[in-house]
């Protein structure tokens, strides 16, 4: 390393901060607006052009299909191109969709952006944060991830109540609130991936932020720099920890959608509990305010112990749904069943990843992260339809809680040992011709 990287990375401000500030715009705007505040046009539009909103919501479902199928190929691409023109690309994409739907005059059109919207908001969602801190940091990744992850959810909270007034403004308020987050999206989104956003440090001739307090070059030995350690996806794909770590993926996925019923839960007490029933909203506002702390939260726990965090999330989410399942009538412990259930949530977009790391290191992470996230949209397909089904039952409340609870049980027990799995091939340094490589070839 010479004295000039070492002279930039000194003093209190790292770019790394910048990039920090880029993943929470990307989290807060296109992914929010995409996903968290899809649900306040279900109604309006559905009804504009008469039709039932299973009808409309198709376009959702191909949205998650499309996800499912765009990763393996976004890991490749990301790992290979300037992620300024990735991302840029993936902005454009959903931005122009929504400008689109604003514009459409028959219920198929939405599917076709429902794919492009699939296509471009899972490198967003799925590989944006976790690929940049990834790669910028050595020191507070969870944290960080954590921190970016929590404002999918702020921006829901934030971007719901602005487009909820602008669809209620007139007859076709749906055209200018699809308008208005589009040209959002672009405009406030695409200053950050195309001007900030570097694909790793040495672009900007940095180290990672925190480099210099875990690795010390030149000593005997040839240590493995932070951006080497770990198994490339050949060797990754084919291990039995890459098995565990797909499978925890898809089922903290698939109880994630617990969330989406506990409204209905709630509403199924309204003949003999009705205080309960009106607090419906109110529990899924609880669930959203424990997922977001429950992100910086776990990332900052999982910065000293992964396996801690991972304690921590299944722990709190076993405790929330057993408060929620025994206890309903008592509306506080019913609220805070709502708020532990949310660190269980959060798994998703930040126990996942750093759980992924952990086992696998981080020389080809884009590329191994993408298969794994592949199996958690897989999940997201599959469990609305299956909960949905569940809850229709005699007892469905009782059966879904069930499953949510052996569902985290399972997953604690994938995770521990993943990690044990983990520890001999993150270990691995990648070779070619039997010689260590100095930089990554992908």
Excluded at 8 to 14: L, P, Y
Excluded at 151 to 176: K, L, P, Q
Excluded at 228 to 236: I, S
Excluded at 324 to 342: H, T, Y
Aim: charged letters at 10%; a positive charge.
């Amino acid at each position: 390393m010479s004295e000039d990287i070492k002279k930039k990375n000194k003093g209190e401000f790292h770019y790394a901060f910048l990039i920090v500030a880029s993943g929470i715009v990307i989290t807060c705007i296109p992914c929010a607006l995409v996903l968290s505040c899809a649900g306040i046009f279900f109604s309006p539009v559905s009804d504009y052009f008469g039709v039932p909103k299973a009808t409309f919501t198709t376009y959702f479902s191909i949205l998650n299909l499309f996800q499912m199928l765009t990763l393996p190929f976004a890991g490749k691409i990301m790992s290979r191109f300037d992620l300024r023109i990735v991302l840029s690309a993936c902005v454009l994409i959903d931005g122009l969709a929504y400008i689109a739907m604003s514009m459409f005059s028959q219920v198929w059109m939405f599917y076709i952006s429902g794919a492009l919207l699939g296509i471009g908001i899972a490198p967003l969602i799925y590989m944006a944060v976790p690929t940049l801190i990834n790669a910028w940091c050595v020191k507070k990744v969870g944290f960080f991830v954590g921190l970016c992850m929590a404002f999918t959810g702020i921006g829901g909270v934030i971007f719901n109540t602005v487009g909820t007034a602008i669809i209620v403004s007139g007859d076709e308020g749906w055209r200018m609130g699809y308008l208005v987050f589009g040209i959002l999206m672009l405009v406030c989104t695409l200053p950050f991936t195309l001007f900030v956003v570097r694909s790793r440090p040495s672009d900007k001739g940095l180290e990672p932020y925190g480099a210099g307090e875990t690795f010390v070059p030149g000593k005997k030995g040839m240590q493995t720099p932070p951006d080497l350690e770990g198994a490339p996806v050949g060797l990754a794909m084919k291990s039995f920890a890459f098995v565990l770590v797909a499978a925890f993926a898809f089922l903290v996925t698939f109880n994630q959608f617990v969330y989406s019923f506990l409204p209905s839960y709630a509403q199924s007490f309204s003949d003999t509990i009705p205080a309960i029933a009106a607090l419906s909203g109110v529990l899924a506002s609880s669930c959203m305010a424990g997922q977001a702390l429950g992100k910086v939260v776990l990332g900052a726990v999982n910065d000293r112990s992964v396996r801690a965090g991972l304690g921590l999330a299944v722990g709190s989410g076993v405790v929330g749904v057993l408060l929620m399942w025994f206890l309903p009538g008592q509306a506080v412990l019913l609220l805070i069943g709502g708020f532990l259930f949310g660190f269980i949530y959060a798994c998703i977009t930040v126990q996942t990843p750093l759980l992924t790391r952990a086992v696998f290191g981080s020389y080809d992470y884009a590329n191994i992260y993408s298969r794994v996230s592949m199996f958690g949209t897989l999940a997201g397909v599959l469990s609305p339809v299956f909960l949905g089904w569940l809850v229709d039952q005699p007892g469905g409340f009782d059966g879904m809680f069930l499953i949510s609870l052996a569902s985290m049980a399972i997953c604690f027990v994938l995770g521990m040992i993943a990690l044990a799995q983990g520890d001999k091939l993150k270990a691995t340094r990648p070779l070619k011709d039997g010689k260590p490589l100095e930089t990554p070839v992908h």
